[in-house]
């Protein structure tokens, strides 16, 4: 039986806090929030919890094996740090550190204790996502040629991080997982309109091979988008993540060129086939990542969405930053 406490019970813990009650082989003990009347709420809904305002009694508890750290990115650092101190392994709402130096500092206290660090990448354990890497692994889309995210809508404005740490996390943590090749190097343009931070930002990543990526973050449009744009040189494909059905799209479509001699004997060829959608399991994400990350703990195992990974993704938000503050500077990755 792993026994996991939860530090903070705002808008993500609740969700995080039932899902790992409801799992086989794991216990929820503990609660932890400042506020008297989120624990009065907590109460309500885990009434065999432990409750406690004080975050150092949840890490030091021995009632307490793993703790989810659920609360504003600033604090990740300070509360996981104190969690792996105490033998504690740690699930951490994204991103994972204000800086790729705690990070690497976290990751490497993880390794000296053997314990487990899971980055809380939501997406990954989605059906679409997990559609979408069973179809770039098996080759149906083939050697992929870009990622195009769109993922905006109006508001909810942060008061401590832009629209990059806040919403951009979701698409670096998939295209991480799904683009095989490396990245290389980073731009990212964006304004600042409303509350000191920038509201919306677009960012440009190459890769190693041939590969681009593009994600569009905005917290000022006058609609919610979730869309994007896989294409290969085999296959593309469009996953609308607000689509309550056909979330997948494929398209048989695609560009052919040859050439005999000379950039003036090039042949352009449109392939226009097939579309089709395929079956995406509907299990919620959140209870399907808690159930890995107790399977970890228990067998020992490194998840894929582990401390090194929260890194990679760290990483090119603080390369977004340098870029954006010199308006659109290249940023080596």
Known sequence: MIRVGVIG?????????????ALEGCELTVVCDRSEDLLRRARQAHPKAVLTSDASELV????VDAVAVVTPV?????????????????FVEKPFTATARQAEELIELAERKNLRIMVDHTFLFTGAVRKIRQLVDDGTLGSLYYYDSTRVNLGLFQHDVNVIWDLAPHDLSIMDHLVADKPETLIATGQVHLNGFEDLAYITIYFSGRTIAHINVNWLSPVKVRTTLIGGDKKMLVWNDLEADEKIKVYDRGVSVTSDQ??????????SGDMWAPKVEDAEALSREARYFIHCISNNERPINDGAAGLRVVRMLEAADRSLKDRGRPVSL
């Not at 600033?74 to 740690?90: I, Q, Y």
């Open 262 to 271: 000379s950039i003036h004997d090039l042949l352009v060829s449109y392939r």
């Open 9 to 21: 019970y705002g808008y993500w813990g609740p969700r995080v806090a039932r899902n790992f009650q």
């Open 60 to 63: 030091r508890s021995p009632e």
């Open 74 to 90: 600033w604090t990740h650092f300070d509360l996981a740090r104190a969690a792996l101190e105490n033998g504690k392994h740690v």
